[in-house]
Nanobody, 119 residues
Framework: QVQLVESGGGLVQAGGSLRLSCAAS????????MGWFRQAPGKEREFVGS????????SYADSVKGRFTISKDNAKNTVYLQMNSLKPEDTAVYYC????????????WGQGTQVTVSS
């Protein structure tokens, strides 16, 4: 069983930055792909980006390319989402998720952390 705990959300002004953390626990975590998702009020959950734990290869949604960066700290079993040049439309609850490498969907989710960007 993989457990995920997000932290680092908060209120920032447009153009500012935040770094979200996702602390992961569980065996063979390096066999997972880590994902970041967000859900804004009245909207469906949206893919933000992902990171392969073993290779550190990343992928990003077009809406955040060039602004957001996903990284990891192996010693802490933690994945980060660095968010720069934040926009009001980035306001959402952000979720960390984990997907077994060969799985179709993300089977493990964190509790979410609120990010609010004011203009």
């Amino acid at each position: 069983q993989v457990q995920l705990v997000e932290s680092g959300g908060g209120l920032v002004q447009a153009g500012g930055s935040l770094r979200l953390s996702c602390a992961a626990s569980g065996r063979t975590i390096n066999a997972y792909t880590m994902g970041w998702f967000r859900q804004a009020p009245g909207k469906e959950r949206e893919f933000v980006g992902s990171l392969s734990w073993s290779s550190a290869r990343t992928s990003y949604a077009d809406s955040v390319k060039g602004r957001f960066t996903i990284s990891k700290d192996n010693a802490k079993n933690t994945v980060y989402l660095q968010m720069n040049s934040l926009k009001p439309e980035d306001t959402a609850v952000y979720y960390c998720a984990a997907k077994w490498r060969t799985a179709y969907d993300y089977g493990y989710w964190g509790q979410g952390t609120q990010v609010t960007v004011s203009s």
